[in-house]
């Protein structure tokens, strides 16, 4: 039962111009959605989080938004970098114990 | 500030070998502690966690356990592994109340 779908397993965009990473969930119940950033060999590093009761957070040039009715979030990422290749999971928690993932979007910026 | 880690960093075992894997945080005190697998090419599979010494939950029936002998060690096992046991471990802990998870930088396991 996979409750958090990242559907487009790679995405690839120009370097200045806008990432947009998409992430569909089944659980109304969630409390937080969460975004990680995992380059190869090392650990997701947490990048940003949003909670259910708010439709968009903002950091630096990471901005999430969420849309309860559609179950649907997004990352935004502006402008996009080089160093932002890397695959970006989604996640999402009930505030409990456990976090489900999603399988993962690979991110290439062509510079 | 906290930090976690993670050894050995790679590993290459014989199917059929025991494997212990380590992971111990610095710089917060009981944390809830996770051990995940990515498969190659996959996403993130949560194996066992824990809220407290002693205490372990499994995610994954499997030839796999874990154990959390200490505060801030969590250590996960197998006695004999199989060749889908290959993949990378990721220790992880994890701040309420986003419950955001910090991740270690991994182990590499290779059954051959």
């Known amino acids: 039962d996979q409750q958090v779908k990242q559907n487009s397993p790679s995405l690839s965009v120009q370097e200045g111009r806008i990432s947009i990473l998409n992430c569909d969930y089944t659980?109304?119940?969630?409390?937080?959605f969460l975004w990680y950033k995992k380059y190869p060999a090392e650990g997701p590093t947490f990048l940003i989080s949003i909670s259910s009761i708010k439709d968009k957070n903002e950091d630096g040039r990471f901005t999430v938004f969420l849309n309860k009715s559609a179950k649907h979030l997004s990352l935004h990422i502006v402008p996009s970098q080089p160093g932002d290749s890397a695959v970006y999971f989604c996640a999402a928690n009930t505030g409990g114990f456990k976090t489900i993932f999603g399988a993962g979007t690979r991110l290439f910026v062509k510079a | 500030s906290q930090t976690i880690h993670q050894w050995p960093a790679t590993l290459v075992q014989p199917v059929g070998s025991p494997l212990s894997l380590e992971c111990t945080v610095e710089g917060t005190s009981n944390p809830n502690l996770y051990w995940y697998r990515q498969a190659a090419g996959r996403g993130l599979q949560l194996l066992f966690y824990s809220v407290g010494i002693g205490q372990i939950s499994s995610e994954v029936p499997q030839n796999l356990s874990a154990s959390r002998p200490q505060d801030r060690q969590f250590i996960l096992s197998s006695k004999k592994l199989l060749l889908s046991d290959s993949g990378f471990y990721l220790c992880?802990?994890?701040?309420?109340?986003?419950?955001?998870?910090?991740f270690g930088p991994g182990t590499r396991l290779t059954v051959l």
């Open positions: 659980n109304s119940m969630f409390d937080y």
């Open positions: 992880a802990w994890t701040r309420p109340p986003v419950n955001e998870q910090f």
